[in-house]
């Protein structure tokens, strides 16, 4: 498989992250130090759960690398990258800062972006609209196992997966996907983000919060969810031509998916 920065250009327009839950034992924080690394773009958006505050409250966990991820952040918009910071519910209490501004960085509880072909694009994190769900069953289980404990697991098994010579699994993710009635849950929150952003008359609605990487057009929508950085280790980005690509980085393969510049467009997997 070709690497990603021989496919295509590492500069972007803009760039969305969300969920890399720093302060948190799961959080794959060099798989992000290394994408930030790498990249140029003129916006970067953190659409929530940046820092996990719950887990911080829990137990105090914040090795070098996770500093390493605010430090560079902040280097990027030091050096003109506009940064917009989105909280989450894990990162709450960010939510009183709302339109502040310092410097290149300001914080927003929702956002609307213009890409460069024009369409207008509502940011929000998400989780407003999973509280308003009712998970079922599925959703019952994984919380039964414990997310915690799907996370260790996973860990172990990246190890062995990786000494063997295999590319990333997510055994989060599987689950998601393939217990009915989770996926159902996660399609009902797809739906009903999507229907706000008709509702608003946007053109596109990218969040994050339910870890599930995914562009499809809902309703006539371009619905977006830019993933995670505990799970899947996935970002949105807009190239300069305006159109949108989702990319998976724990093994910097090639992208996931892409939206074919009309909003209209079917959705294709490219990879």
């Not at 952040?73 to 009183?96: C, F, M, Q, W």
């Amino acid at each position: 498989m070709t690497p990603l920065h021989q496919i295509q250009p590492l500069k972007y327009r803009a760039i969305w992250i969300s969920d890399v839950h720093l302060g948190y034992r799961g959080c794959k924080a060099d798989y992000l130090l290394d994408l930030l690394r790498t990249v140029e773009t003129d916006y970067l958006f953190l659409v929530g759960d940046i820092i996990d505050l719950w887990s911080m409250r829990k137990t105090m966990y914040w090795p070098q690398s996770h500093n390493n991820v605010v430090r560079t952040i902040l280097g990027k918009a030091k050096h003109g990258t506009k940064v917009i910071y989105i909280p989450g519910n894990h990162d709450e209490s960010l939510r009183e800062f709302d339109g502040a501004v310092f410097g290149n960085l300001s914080i927003h509880t929702e956002y609307v972006h213009t890409t460069r072909d024009g369409r207008r694009v509502l940011l929000l994190h998400g989780d407003k609209f999973d509280a308003l769900l009712s998970c079922g069953r599925g959703w019952d289980f994984i919380g039964n196992i414990g997310y915690d404990g799907l996370l260790f697991i996973n860990r172990i098994l990246y190890k062995l997966r990786r000494y063997c010579g295999y590319g990333y699994w997510s055994l989060a993710g599987y689950i998601k996907n393939n217990i009915r009635n989770a996926r159902n849950h996660v399609r009902r929150f797809e739906a009903s983000v999507a229907r706000e952003a008709k509702h608003r008359h946007m053109d596109v609605v990218i969040c994050g919060h339910i870890h599930h990487p995914e562009i499809r057009n809902i309703d006539g929508v371009l619905y977006c969810n830019d993933g995670d950085w505990v799970e899947n280790c996935t970002a949105l980005v807009e190239k300069y031509d305006g159109s949108l690509e989702l990319i998976h980085w724990s093994d910097r393969q090639l992208a996931l998916k892409a939206d074919l510049y009309a909003p209209t467009a079917d959705v294709a997997r490219v990879a």
